[in-house]
């Protein structure tokens, strides 16, 4: 039963020679690379010693002489360092109690013991699944977002758990890409595909937003979330606009090769989501989900029917300084929603 | 009550792999006559914490055995500790024949 997982470096601590052989041969089973430390003491000296070359998860035995579970969870909570790596703590089950007190200081996961293998194996995935998704988001930061926003990440760090937030959600797609895609060979589909993304995300990343979702010729981008930004609305119509802008470079270019121009539909809708990771312990995304994010969507499609490249709702509209001309379009009622709501065509 | 319960022990083969179940035995074999020494010695020193301590290493790896006895005088220790009461009267001996018989059959079991 090998894991599909990418293999992760672990730490496995525990005073109980038993525990940690058991820990450790069962994780290499499953293709990870494990170490063991027999106290607290030890433990910290290994991580810090590994600083450059970190571990991916800590599993950590609660009851230790010399420095016992608590103490080692709060040395590395309070190391920026260290504190990034997640930490499951093990623990008999009669020690509820103390393990309630760990994941209230922040430990991301516990098992009992003895371990039954199927949840070890699920729990420390899905512990491997979220820390990778959160290196990678925070690369992405890096690479694409402002130093700030970078900044600010990295000092507040990143909620796991989904919570309301006030955001613009924002869809764009490639209108007819289909037809497109039947007139060329599949390498300069993907090609054009590309380019194109790279031009949407640095329109997004360029106005503090984050795209979360690509799903074919289509992306979704969030504003105010996972960063609060007060300005989300003005942002996200601003980003749209630099959309318009940089595909029109890139169709001059593409005509000047006799090859084919893209024209995109963006919809953008504000409101209060639920932002967060969501998906299974194998698959998981930051993204956020409720009305507004359906009604964005629904408002990009509308761009086909009204042939404008940019639509926004009441909400994005009410958030916009004066320099951003509209027009207003009038109540529209989309489908599977109870209410027509109003929609504005942005015109720069 | 089996000395060591099959479908726990089984269990344990397949997650450890059975390459090192024998390792994995072998450290309790080794590790176990300590803790119990090392509770008698708190004991007579009446070092409540390092008796608990013994107590709790002892129940956790009879449980990964599937030694249910042996988990289960250890755990009556570990508790008496934890309320401070070191008045155990023969439990200690009861516990440390309880360890024999497990001790036999995983002799019996490492292949």
Redesign the interface.
């Known amino acids: 039963m090998k894991s599909k997982q990418e293999p992760g470096r672990l730490l496995v601590v525990d005073d109980n020679k038993v525990n940690r052989i058991l820990l450790a041969r069962s994780l290499e089973q499953y293709g990870h690379n494990v170490e063991t430390a027999e106290n607290g003491k030890q433990a910290l000296e290994k991580l810090r010693a590994n600083s450059e070359d970190s571990f991916d998860l800590v599993l950590l035995d609660i009851e230790m002489p010399e420095m016992n579970g608590y103490q080692v969870l709060e040395s590395c909570l309070r190391d920026p360092e260290l504190r990034d790596i997640p930490i499951i703590m093990t623990s008999s089950l009669d020690e509820i109690n103390s393990v309630v007190k760990c994941v209230e200081l922040g430990a991301e996961d516990y098992l009992n013991k003895p371990v039954n293998p199927i949840l070890l194996r699920a729990r420390v995935n899905a512990s491997l699944e979220k820390k990778r998704l959160r290196d990678e988001q925070r690369k992405l930061f890096r690479t694409f977002a402002t130093k700030e926003i970078a900044d600010e990440l990295l000092k507040t760090g990143f909620s796991l758990g989904g919570k309301y937030v006030h955001a613009s959600v924002m869809f764009s797609d490639i209108r007819s890409f289909t037809s497109i895609g039947e007139k060329q060979d599949p390498a300069t589909t993907i090609e054009l595909l590309n380019s194109y993304f790279a031009l949407m995300i640095e329109a997004v990343a360029g106005n503090q937003g984050t795209v979360n979702q690509f799903e074919g010729d289509g992306l979704m981008a969030i504003f105010g979330a996972p960063i609060q930004d007060d300005n989300h609305r003005e942002h996200a119509v601003r980003s749209a606009l630099e959309m318009i802008e940089l595909l029109k470079g890139f169709n001059l270019e593409q005509a000047a090769q006799n090859k084919v121009q893209i024209k995109v539909g963006i919809g953008i809708a504000s409101g209060r989501v639920i932002a967060g990771f969501t998906g299974t312990q194998n698959r998981a995304t930051y993204t956020c989900v409720g009305d507004t994010v359906n009604l964005a969507a629904r408002i990009e499609d509308h761009t086909k029917v009204v042939d404008q490249p940019i639509l926004i709702d009441q909400y994005t509209f009410e958030g916009l300084p004066k320099d951003i001309k509209v027009e207003p379009l009038g109540l529209i009622l989309f489908k599977g929603k109870q209410q027509p709501v109003n929609v504005f065509a942005v015109k720069g | 009550m089996p000395v060591i319960d099959r479908a726990?022990f089984e269990?344990?083969k397949?997650?450890?792999?059975a390459d090192?179940i024998n390792?994995?035995i072998d450290?309790?074999l080794?590790?176990a006559p300590t803790m119990i020494n090392q509770m008698q010695i708190a004991l007579e020193a009446k070092d409540v914490e390092s008796f608990r301590?013994n107590a709790?290493?002892l129940?956790?790896?009879a449980?990964?055995f599937g030694a249910p006895e042996l988990a289960a005088l250890a755990?009556e220790l570990e508790f008496m500790a934890r309320e401070n009461n070191l008045d155990i009267g023969d439990r200690l001996d009861i516990l440390n024949q309880a360890f024999g018989k497990v001790a036999a059959e995983l002799k019996e079991l490492r292949a």
């Open positions: 726990t269990e344990l397949q997650m450890s792999g090192f390792e994995l450290a309790f080794e590790d301590r709790h290493s129940k956790s790896n449980n990964t755990k």
